[in-house]
């Protein structure tokens, strides 16, 4: 029912900048906080941002500063802008999305999108 799709992943260089975008088609009204998540090879999968519908952002520690989480609820649309990027920070970053399914039960489900790679190189 909500279909997601990342963008602006590619190779930049340490100490440079990148700023992903993912956008929610289908059953759009019914996303509630929206967020991005990486995950290096080899590592577990990290939370990097959130951010609510009423625009209530949660940063990692470690990217506190030099991230920032945004949305545009009329497009639809998560933005995560990287600024200050370190060669540790390369991994597949992921849009997630809390949506509540159409039903009587109003269950919440996390929807994910298909990733996109961040290289930092040094």
């Known amino acids: 029912q909500v279909q997601l799709q990342e963008s602006g992943g590619g190779l930049v260089q340490a100490g440079g900048s990148l700023r992903l975008s993912c956008v929610a088609s289908?059953?759009?009204?019914?996303?509630?906080?929206m967020g991005w998540y990486r995950q290096a090879p080899g590592k577990q999968r990290e939370l990097v941002a959130t951010i609510t519908r009423a625009g209530t952002a949660n940063y990692a520690d470690s990217v506190k500063g030099r991230f920032t989480i945004s949305r545009d609820n009329a497009k639809s649309t998560v933005y995560l802008q990287m600024n200050s990027l370190k060669p540790e920070e390369t991994a597949v970053y992921y849009c997630?999305?809390?949506?509540?399914?159409?039903?009587?039960?109003?269950?919440?489900?996390?929807?994910w999108g298909q990733g996109t790679l961040v290289t930092v190189s040094s």
């Open positions: 997630k999305v809390d949506w509540v399914v159409p039903d009587i039960r109003f269950r919440t489900l996390e929807i």
């Open positions: 289908g059953n759009i009204l019914n996303i509630n906080t």
